[in-house]
């Protein structure tokens, strides 16, 4: 079965420090990988995603990340952080051959200190 | 812009009683989903529906929680007899495009079962 595993549970980093949200997914194919962000109290907000080509994802926010194909891994990176991005975000992973359905990391909670 | 409603915030209800979450997802959207968050646990899949039939259903969609679109533009999630177990975030989210495109999630619905 597929599965996605978030290293960090929490990361602590000062704002207009750089971040870096590590994913691992566990798949023999080449998943879709998103990622979600969830402010306090929020739903869901799509900020990436990646199905083929370019390996490097630009998304909402000031976003990005990579997908490694050897590391079956998919980064999350900002490089310079602001308050407002303290949240949870979640790494998550569709297979069209495993079914209809998004699979969630356990996610990471990001704090930003001033 | 269009989004995703869902209705009660916070339901609070006694244990087996039948609990029914309300969910409008965008307006030109064909696939509908539930999703559910136990405090601190990861967001998981439950059910996914497409074509007014159930698509995909996990494991934890047993015979006490049922799904419908009763009037085309509502989709809700009902938990015939509510267990202790049932606490937790509920999220209904749509796409345009499947599992594949942008899922667009709610903003939950907190279930207390006590």
């Known amino acids: 079965a597929q599965s996605v595993t978030q290293p960090d549970i929490h990361i602590t980093v000062s704002e207009g420090a750089s971040l870096e949200l590590r994913c691992n997914y566990s798949?023999?194919?080449?998943?879709?990988l998103f990622w979600y962000v969830q402010s306090p109290g929020q739903g869901l907000q799509l900020l990436l995603k990646y199905f083929s080509g370019d390996t490097l994802v630009q998304g909402i926010k000031g976003f990005e990340a990579e997908f490694k194909r050897s590391q079956s891994s998919f980064n999350l990176r900002k490089p310079s952080v602001h308050w407002s991005d303290a949240a949870e975000y979640f790494c998550a992973v569709a297979i069209k051959a495993a079914g209809n359905k998004l699979t969630f990391g356990g996610g990471t909670r990001v704090l930003v200190k001033p | 812009e269009p989004e995703v409603t869902q209705t009660p915030s916070h339901q609070v209800t006694q244990m087996g009683q039948e609990v029914i979450l309300r969910c409008v997802p965008i307006?030109?959207?064909?696939?509908f989903y539930w999703y559910r968050q136990i405090l601190g646990q990861k967001v998981e899949f439950l059910v996914s529906f497409y074509n007014n039939e159930i698509s995909e259903k996990s494991e934890i969609f047993d015979d006490q929680f049922s799904v419908e679109r009763p009037d085309g533009s509502n989709f809700t999630l009902k938990i015939r007899s509510t267990k202790l177990e049932d606490s937790a975030m509920y999220f209904c989210?749509?796409?345009?495009?499947?599992?594949?495109?942008?899922?667009?999630f709610g903003e939950g619905s907190r279930l207390t079962v006590l």
């Open positions: 307006s030109n959207h064909l696939y």
């Open positions: 798949y023999g194919a080449t998943p879709y």
């Open positions: 989210a749509s796409s345009e495009q499947g599992p594949t495109g942008e899922l667009f």
